[in-house]
């Protein structure tokens, strides 16, 4: 637990550091996008990725409800979100959970530089946070791909819209834009709580991407 923690920490922050020389030489300002916010429903059921993810990250889950908050989506927040999408990105090789852990499912820091969907949505909401922005408008979303298949990715909830970031794709786009059908996603108020969106669906399996 010490040592994946500690190794987490230091991924993060060598991803953090290159962010922030990469800050330095960017002077250009973002044209902002705006997107529609998705209809989210009731209570439903936590993923077990996420469960376990809890058991072994303990103080990272062991949080306090909190009033709802959307980021401030200005032109240096959308640079540093689109930053941070890229980086981690690039800096994570895919690999199935299988291959990797020798298991179906596990959710992970990719301390060793490789993860599937949902270690770099993991890694990508552990860097926002760390620079300040709030948690309650990062969200792990489950959705199903366009092929059908379990995916993983974050929903950042912003003063202009909901925005996804995707290992499959380094834009930050539009939830809406995606052709995803998302099924649940974290609450705002409590990581540990999850809710449906829209129309009630099975939960996926997870498939590495």
């Excluded at 998705?38 to 439903?44: C, F, L, P, Q, S």
């Excluded at 909401?125 to 760390?130: A, G, S, V, Y």
């Amino acid at each position: 637990m010490a040592i994946e923690w500690s190794r987490a920490a230091v991924l993060a922050g060598a991803v953090v550091a290159g962010l922030l020389a990469v800050g330095e030489a960017a002077s250009a300002a973002p044209t902002l996008p705006r997107a529609t916010y998705a209809a989210v429903g009731e209570r439903t059921s936590v993923p077990f990725g996420w469960v376990d993810f809890c058991n072994r990250y303990g103080s990272e889950c062991d949080v306090q409800p909190m009033d709802p908050v959307d980021i401030d989506l200005t032109p240096a927040a959308l640079k540093d979100i689109e930053r941070i999408d890229r980086q981690v990105n690039a800096a994570v090789t895919p690999v199935t959970d299988m291959d990797h852990w020798g298991v179906v499912d596990r959710w992970d820091y990719p301390v060793d530089g490789k993860g599937d969907c949902e270690d770099y949505a993991l890694l990508k909401r552990k860097i926002l946070i760390h620079q300040g922005y709030p948690r309650q408008a990062l969200l792990i979303t489950v959705v199903k791909d366009l092929e059908g298949e379990g995916h993983a990715i974050l929903t950042v909830k912003t003063s202009r819209g909901e925005f996804v970031l995707d290992n499959l794709n380094d834009r930050v786009m539009a939830w809406a834009d995606t052709g995803y059908k998302f099924i649940k996603r974290q609450s705002q108020t409590d990581p540990n709580l999850w809710q449906s969106i829209g129309t009630p669906s099975s939960g996926p399996q997870f498939t590495a991407k």
